[in-house]
């Protein structure tokens, strides 16, 4: 593998985990709790969608294909995606949805503070543009779930649940592959280190919502990889539908 395809695929794996956690999080659009909500679950989704757009324009150019932004997010099927899968894992309830964005967003935010300052000019941009957006959805889910643990006792029993069910898939968010030993001079982050730094934070967290980490060694890995769950299946189906059945069709 080469230094550009290392990039090429390494980006990928940030497309599409935007992309799925974008169509994930646009099933909430008229389904919010309050109006407030709806909206800015919907416009979580959106920064979502542009992310995802902005690194698959930028994986383009190395890649050495003729190919674009709309052929990766709707031409390929779920073995060839590289995202990782907390973004496909069902939504849920309220609380299961905010701990995904939560747990996601804590990640998402160390790696693009590292990428931010990153000798590799396409990685330093994708870095700093994603970082604002990416703050904003740790301080918004985690706000949530703070108030959910501190609400009632059925509340606070669903955020106990959502982190029981999610947590399964966070050993995934720090797996690693040649890509990331090829591209290790410009991604700035190791990836051990920054696990350790991830999870102090959601501890203390989850410490101030009256939680304690689940100690289940059981965890589900493989998105970069390439070996998903069945639910992206599904997502892709709904997500794809049109240009499968209209191949080419423009607006």
Same mark, same amino acid.
Request: proline residues 2%; negative net charge.
């Given at each position: 593998?080469?230094?550009?395809?290392?990039r +090429?695929? +390494?980006?990928?794996?940030?497309?599409?985990?935007?992309?799925?956690?974008?169509?994930?999080?646009? &099933?909430?659009?008229s389904?919010g709790p309050i109006?407030?909500?709806?909206?800015?679950?919907?416009?979580?989704?959106?920064?979502?969608?542009?992310?995802a757009?902005a690194?698959y324009?930028?994986?383009?150019p190395?890649?050495g294909?003729?190919?674009?932004?709309?052929?990766?997010a709707?031409?390929?099927?779920?073995?060839e +995606?590289?995202?990782?899968?907390?973004?496909?894992?069902?939504?849920?309830?309220y609380?299961?949805?905010? *701990?995904?964005?939560?747990?996601l967003?804590v +990640? !998402? &935010?160390?790696?693009?503070?590292?990428l931010?300052t990153?000798?590799?000019?396409?990685?330093?941009?994708?870095?700093?543009?994603s970082?604002?957006?990416?703050?904003y959805?740790?301080?918004?889910?985690?706000?949530?779930?703070?108030?959910?643990?501190?609400?009632?006792?059925?509340?606070?029993?669903r955020?106990?649940?959502?982190?029981?069910d999610?947590?399964?898939?966070?050993?995934?968010?720090?797996?690693?592959?040649?890509c990331?030993?090829l591209?290790s001079?410009? !991604?700035?982050?190791?990836?051990t280190?920054?696990k350790?730094?991830?999870?102090? &934070?959601? &501890?203390?967290?989850?410490?101030?919502?009256?939680?304690?980490?689940?100690?289940?060694?059981y965890q589900?890995?493989?998105?970069?990889k390439? *070996?998903?769950?069945?639910?992206l299946?599904?997502?892709?189906?709904?997500?794809q539908?049109l240009?499968?059945a209209y191949?080419?069709?423009?607006?």
């Amino acid at each position: 593998m080469t230094t550009d395809q290392a990039r +090429y695929q +390494y980006l990928l794996r940030f497309a599409d985990t935007s992309l799925v956690m974008a169509q994930r999080l646009a &099933e909430w659009c008229s389904r919010g709790p309050i109006l407030e909500e709806d909206l800015a679950l919907t416009n979580i989704s959106l920064d979502y969608f542009g992310q995802a757009e902005a690194f698959y324009n930028t994986a383009i150019p190395f890649g050495g294909k003729q190919e674009t932004a709309d052929d990766l997010a709707f031409r390929r099927s779920e073995r060839e +995606y590289f995202n990782f899968l907390i973004a496909e894992a069902d939504n849920g309830d309220y609380a299961r949805t905010m *701990m995904k964005i939560y747990l996601l967003s804590v +990640y !998402l &935010e160390k790696i693009y503070t590292a990428l931010s300052t990153s000798s590799q000019p396409e990685l330093n941009m994708l870095g700093v543009k994603s970082l604002k957006e990416i703050m904003y959805h740790k301080r918004h889910s985690s706000a949530w779930l703070f108030r959910l643990a501190h609400g009632t006792a059925e509340s606070a029993s669903r955020v106990q649940q959502a982190l029981q069910d999610v947590w399964s898939y966070t050993d995934d968010l720090f797996s690693t592959d040649v890509c990331d030993e090829l591209l290790s001079g410009e !991604l700035n982050y190791e990836i051990t280190a920054m696990k350790h730094v991830w999870l102090a &934070e959601v &501890e203390e967290f989850m410490k101030q919502c009256g939680f304690v980490l689940p100690q289940t060694t059981y965890q589900i890995q493989g998105g970069i990889k390439q *070996m998903h769950t069945e639910a992206l299946g599904h997502v892709l189906c709904e997500m794809q539908y049109l240009q499968r059945a209209y191949p080419n069709a423009k607006w």
